[in-house]
């Protein structure tokens, strides 16, 4: 559902580890509702609870870039992980390297 939600004015996501994601809607910078994601069966259950809180949506030329800038931000952050693991993993074959060589590991 990322991506989604800002597509309407006023209306923010917080997320924490491990606590499901709530879905903040403020009128003029007071806070006047908040929603657990998981209680949203669908994107369409999501979006028309918005519309029936009467928010309006932003332009659909503003929507395209925050999805693209979500978008974008998940790859970045999917390669960051990808770097990473490949990282780690090349550490720990070089250590295992070492330790064959100093006789440490019998193969």
Do not use: C, Q, W
């Not at 559902?1 to 903040?24: N, P, Q, S, W």
């Not at 949506?57 to 990473?84: G, N, Q, S, T």
């Amino acid at each position: 559902m990322e991506g989604y939600v800002e597509a309407f004015a006023t209306v923010e996501v917080e997320h924490e580890k491990r606590d499901d994601a709530i879905l903040t809607i403020y009128d003029d910078g007071r806070e006047i509702d908040r929603v657990v994601f998981s209680e949203f069966r669908s994107i369409g259950d999501m979006y028309n609870f918005l519309v029936e809180k009467g928010l309006a949506r932003i332009e659909p030329e503003l929507e395209e870039a925050i999805m693209a800038v979500r978008y974008a931000e998940k790859r970045a952050e999917e390669e960051k992980d990808r770097i990473e693991k490949e990282g780690f993993i090349e550490r720990r074959r070089k250590d295992h390297e070492i330790r064959i060589a100093r006789g440490e590991v019998i193969e």
